[in-house]
Nanobody, 127 residues
């Protein structure tokens, strides 16, 4: 089992920045990838960004490219999401997710690719 704990959410004005963190604990942690998704009221949970644990290749939703940066600290088992130039439409609950090795062949952009999820952290961007 893997436990995930997100932190760093909060209230920020449009144009501001926030950094989210997601720390993994549990059995020896060596995922295939970690990702961030977000969900706004009345909407489906959507992909934000992902990073492969080995090699560090990154993937971004078009809506956040150039504004958000995903990174990881392998030694700490932690993934980060640096969010800049925040917009009111970025308001959502942000969820961290883990893709275990050999869990799925689904695309990194798909919720189906991930088998562990955090509880979420609220990000609110005021206009």
């Amino acid at each position: 089992q893997v436990q995930l704990e997100e932190s760093g959410g909060g209230l920020v004005q449009a144009g501001g920045s926030l950094r989210l963190s997601c720390a993994a604990s549990g059995r020896t942690f060596s995922p295939n990838a970690m990702a961030w998704f977000r969900q706004s009221p009345g909407k489906e949970r959507e992909f934000v960004a992902a990073i492969r644990w080995s090699g560090g290749s990154t993937y971004y939703a078009d809506s956040v490219k150039g504004r958000f940066t995903i990174s990881r600290d392998n030694a700490k088992g932690t993934v980060y999401l640096q969010m800049t130039i925040l917009k009111p439409e970025d308001t959502a609950v942000y969820y961290c997710a883990v893709r275990s090795p050999f869990y799925s062949s689904a695309s990194y952009y798909s919720r189906a690719a991930y088998d562990y999820w955090g509880q979420g952290t609220q990000v609110t961007v005021s206009s």
